[in-house]
């Protein structure tokens, strides 16, 4: 089945500097692929995506390529902020049982320091 | 705005209890999901609803059950609850269509002693 891989936080950085969080997953066929962050205290919501192989999606400063040769995923901003401290979750759809659904990775803590 | 609401933060129950986690959302969506989320392991799918009356079994269904009497209501049972059970869980629900945009609840932090 398919399956994600994040890198382990957490990840500290001073403000503006620029950020990269590695993901790579396994997967059969070509899933969508989804950016959640988790801000403190609060759900899960979706940050980005993308759908097929070399679209860019982005949002809020974030962005990251759908990379089909190296089955990767990686989030990139230029200049974070405080504001962005958060867990973010890389998360490759599924079809598996019948039905649609999406594999979350364990997470990776960002801690944005002024 | 959309608004998926839990009716717990927080809640501490003791081993055996039975323990209802309700979710309500108000966008009518079809689709619900209960998660829970653990360090190190993120989210792992415990049951999800795609109708009214429907239910599936995600990946870690074992010690859940769950119910879906109306559109915007899923509720996930600990029929007995047990320590290993200590957990965020979290709801989220979608539209039909597009069960990848999923809106997510704030979480229950259940801590069973």
């Known amino acids: 089945g398919n399956s994600v891989t994040q890198m382990e936080g957490p990840v500290t950085l001073s403000e503006e500097a620029f950020l990269t969080i590695n993901c790579t997953y396994t997967a059969t066929g070509y899933p969508s692929l989804f950016w959640y962050v988790q801000y403190p205290g609060e759900g899960l919501q979706l940050l980005l995506k993308a759908t097929k192989a070399d679209d860019k999606g982005s949002n809020k400063g974030f962005e990251a390529t759908y990379r089909k040769e190296t089955t990767s995923f990686h989030l990139e901003k230029g200049s974070v902020q405080v504001s962005d401290s958060a867990v973010y979750f890389c998360?490759?759809?599924?079809?598996?049982?019948?039905?649609?659904?999406?594999?979350f990775g364990a997470g990776t803590r960002l801690a944005v320091h002024p | 705005d959309v608004k998926v609401t839990q009716s717990s933060r927080y809640l501490v129950k003791r081993t055996g209890e039975k323990v209802f986690l309700e979710c309500v959302q108000d966008m009518d969506h079809e689709n619900m999901f209960w998660y829970r989320q653990d360090p190190g392991l993120g989210l792992r799918l415990i049951y999800f609803s795609y109708d009214v009356k429907m239910k599936e079994k995600g990946d870690i269904p074992e010690g859940y059950s769950v119910s879906r009497e109306k559109k915007e209501r899923f509720s996930l049972i600990l029929e007995s609850a047990s320590t290993n059970q200590t957990s965020m869980y979290l709801c989220a629900s979608s539209r039909r269509g597009t069960s990848y945009e999923q809106y997510f609840g704030p979480g229950t932090r259940l801590t069973v002693t």
């Open positions: 998360a490759p759809s599924t079809f598996s049982g019948g039905y649609n659904k999406l594999i």
